[in-house]
């Protein structure tokens, strides 16, 4: 038996080490968490920890296959990898010889790895002259704030969380999305820290904590400046830390004077009492007991139209009260920026066609890109689609539009997969991915301070193939010229790091080779004396280069697209605002084909306050259907006080072809983006419930 080092390949902070064990047959048989591996500690979570039910699942695709029934319907045939590597490179040549613009990748984060993610595609995709795609379906509002106020994503060390006296938990919810922090969290309540979650919803994460407030979705930019004000107000700050490291004070100082907490307490629907309770044990805690005061700053509250700003206003506060002083204390929201990467190796822009930079697509509204004709604003109608590491018939917003587009008999769609997705059943061609047991890959965490080396423990099932060697294989029919689209996995993950970085220089290939991991040479605590990667070195709460780009300099409230306050008219007739945050048991849409976790929900739920429900004579596992203009889905009532009156809450995300209509919840998800990082706004959405016979 020999044990490898896998590197959990899902969009999730904790980048976990796991060990798998393989018999003498060249079979994995047994996973665990890495005991070594300090972040990770010896645990998993419970998806995971079944990992061998997903990599030798009885429906992984093993050849390549070929449509022969109607788009989405999911009728395919069998074909060699010959066939499937000559038709694809026929049918985009064609394309390409008119407009290269024409085809589109489509990717995200079925695997975060560096060579199975970008590397080889973007290689692929950049030397055809391929449109470029904005990814911006998860944290690009959040990103964009980070830059702007602390030069990037950087973040406190997980490793020192349990030392922290006030944590606040806002918009995520580690218990189910980050566990390996709900840990550490844990061991700083029992050593008698406070956890404070924000959050619309009592989550499984605000339920443990010690308090919980519960804003409307959409409104944390108030409630954030609101502290701001409190603490100002109280002179709960540090000025040296204010005065050395901090830009902007007296801009931020006026507009948080516009935000007094009885204003916030409308716009966030809490009372008064709550907000200045909150203010106030932030400033106790930093000021007067000089403790660490961490914020856990999540995604879902960047999910609505305020996002970016609110993220900014949060990220103002542990400078205010000068948290960073503390090895425990900051923000800890992204550390993927501390990782010095080499994007411009990795990528290879300079392939581009003549040196000119292609059209860029939005992910989060390709929906409306698969459906525009070609005009001089848009550029070339969208002609081919290629999909990989990507459900998105399940995880784009607005998905009527993207199974239109999808379903459109002049689109040449070819679907790189594990599974039959939702997705899969609309392609034209399907071509078999291996799983991160079956490749090699190299890791950054946004979650941790370690880079991850994956080992392929497993040789590939069936007649799968990793991202990377099916990029390669279609550069070299294609007739694409040149030594990056032919470089092995193993000069991907070296050209993809900047190893002269003091970060990075006392790092070993061998070490990260065998152990599976390498720390990050950050001090500890990274910004106790400022030090941010903003162009000032310091935290901006006055951003110039938002300012050029035509965005508040200053962080301040964004009311939602759709809610009560913001659309009155429209809230009328759809006066329900849903959120549609992750589900335990899934990893985005992963893992929803995994029957022993699709059977802890069984189908998709709504949760609703017994008050809503009551008006909509809606009982308990009463099937629904909720809707709005854009769309609609069916899930089953769950009426229960965890949700507040006026937001519904549905768990996510479902495979379209699991729940009883054939649909999900980005049926009424809206294609409309946030006001910093043109990201998704999933959880800024007004719908209407209605009963349906049991
Ligand atoms: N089990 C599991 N783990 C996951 C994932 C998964 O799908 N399943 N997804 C992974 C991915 S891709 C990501 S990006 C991370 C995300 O993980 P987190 O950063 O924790 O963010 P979310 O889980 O998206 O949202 C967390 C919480 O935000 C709340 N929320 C929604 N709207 C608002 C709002 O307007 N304001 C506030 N304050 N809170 C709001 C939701 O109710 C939810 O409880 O988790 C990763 N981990
Ligand atoms: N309503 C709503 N929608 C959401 C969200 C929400 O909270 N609510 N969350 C959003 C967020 S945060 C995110 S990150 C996105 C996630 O959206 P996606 O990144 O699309 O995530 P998944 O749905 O998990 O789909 C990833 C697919 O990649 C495949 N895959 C995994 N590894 C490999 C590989 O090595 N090669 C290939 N070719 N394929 C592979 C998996 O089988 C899986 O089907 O969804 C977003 N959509
Ligand atoms: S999904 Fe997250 S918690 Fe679970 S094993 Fe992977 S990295 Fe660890
Ligand atoms: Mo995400």
């Known amino acids: 038996m020999k044990t490898f080092h896998i590197v959990c390949p899902h969009d999730c902070p904790d980048t976990c080490s796991i060990q798998v064990n393989v018999d003498e047959s060249g079979r994995a048989i047994k996973v665990q968490g890495n005991p070594q591996h300090p972040t990770t500690d010896g645990v998993l979570c419970t998806k995971v920890s079944r990992y061998l039910d997903r990599v030798y699942h009885p429906e992984r695709l093993m050849t390549p296959l070929r449509r022969v029934g109607r788009k989405g319907e999911g009728k395919f045939e069998r074909i060699s990898w010959e066939e499937a590597l000559a038709s694809i490179a026929e049918q985009l040549k064609s394309i390409a010889v008119r407009n290269p613009e024409a085809i589109v990748p489509c990717s995200y984060g079925g695997t975060m790895g560096i060579v199975q993610k970008e590397g080889m595609a973007a290689r692929f995709f950049n030397k055809l002259g391929a449109s470029l795609l904005d990814r911006t379906v998860c944290a690009s509002a959040g990103a964009a704030a980070l830059k702007a106020t602390l030069g990037a994503g950087v973040g406190t060390d997980l490793e020192q969380v349990q030392n922290a006296r006030l944590i606040l938990i806002w918009g995520s919810n580690p218990v189910v999305c980050g566990v390996h922090f709900w840990r550490r969290a844990q061991a700083a309540q029992r050593q008698g820290a406070t956890l404070i979650a924000i959050d619309p919803h009592r ?273 070299a029919q294609m007739g694409l010229a040149d030594a990056a689209l032919q470089a092995d996995d193993e000069s991907i993950m070296r050209d993809a790091v900047h190893w002269e970085h003091e970060y990075t220089n006392q790092m070993r290939w061998e070490t990260l080779q065998t152990q599976g991991w390498e720390r990050l040479n950050v001090a500890n605590p990274p910004f106790a004396k400022g030090g941010f990667p903003t162009a000032s070195g310091k935290c901006e709460f006055f951003s110039e280069s938002l300012m050029q780009q035509g965005i508040d300099p200053v962080p301040n409230f964004v009311e939602p697209h759709e809610s009560v306050f913001s659309q009155p008219e429209l809230a009328k007739q759809f006066p329900l605002q849903m959120i549609s945050p992750p589900e335990q048991h899934f990893l985005n849409s992963s893992f929803v084909n995994v029957d022993s976790l699709r059977k802890k929900t069984l189908e998709p739920t709504l949760e609703l306050h017994p008050n809503d429900a009551a008006e909509r004579n809606i009982q308990s596992d009463q099937p629904v259907r909720i809707f709005n203009k854009r769309g609609s889905f069916q899930a089953k009532a769950q009426v229960t006080d965890r949700a507040r009156p006026g937001v519904v809450v549905a768990p996510s995300i479902w495979w379209r072809k699991y729940s009883r209509d054939g649909k999900n919840c980005n049926g009424v998800s809206s294609q409309a983006l946030t006001d910093m990082g043109a990201a998704a706004t999933y959880y800024d959405c007004l719908v209407q419930v209605e009963a349906l016979a049991f």
């Open 203 to 475: 989550s499984l994460t605000a339920q443990k904590c010690d308090h919980h407030l519960a804003p409307l979705p959409g409104t944390d930019g108030a409630l954030a400046l609101a502290l701001i004000h409190i603490l100002i107000r109280d002179n709960w700050l540090d000025r040296d830390y204010i005065n050395h490291y901090t830009l902007g004070f007296e801009a931020l100082k006026q507009r948080a004077a516009d935000f007094p907490p009885e204003k916030a307490a409308q716009i966030c629907s809490l009372s008064v009492e709550q907000i200045e309770q909150l203010g106030a044990v932030i400033g106790q805690t930093a000021i007067q007991a000089q403790q660490p005061v961490l914020i856990k700053a999540g995604y879902g509250m960047q999910r609505v139209r305020g996002g970016g700003n609110a993220v900014r206003a949060i990220a103002c506060i542990p400078a205010l009260i000068g948290a960073w002083r503390h090895a425990a204390g900051g923000h800890l929201m992204s550390t993927s920026g501390m990782f010095p990467m080499d994007t411009a190796s990795l990528e290879r822009t300079d392939l581009w066609p003549e040196g000119k930079k292609p059209r860029t697509i939005n992910l989060s509204q390709f929906g409306d890109a698969l459906l525009q004709q070609g005009d001089a604003k848009f550029g070339a109608k969208v002609e081919a689609v290629i999909v990989y590491n990507c459900n998105p018939l399940a995880i784009l917003p607005d998905s009527e539009k993207v199974v239109a587009g999808f379903k459109r008999d002049d689109l040449f769609t070819v679907v790189i997969e594990q599974f039959q997705t939702d997705t899969a059943d609309y392609a034209d061609i399907i071509l078999p991915a291996t799983t991160q047991f079956e490749h090699e890959d190299l890791h950054k965490a946004y979650g941790h301070y370690y880079l991850m080396k994956n080992q392929a423990a497993i040789a590939p099932l069936g007649e799968c193939k990793p991202n990377s060697e099916i990029f390669r294989l279609l550069a």
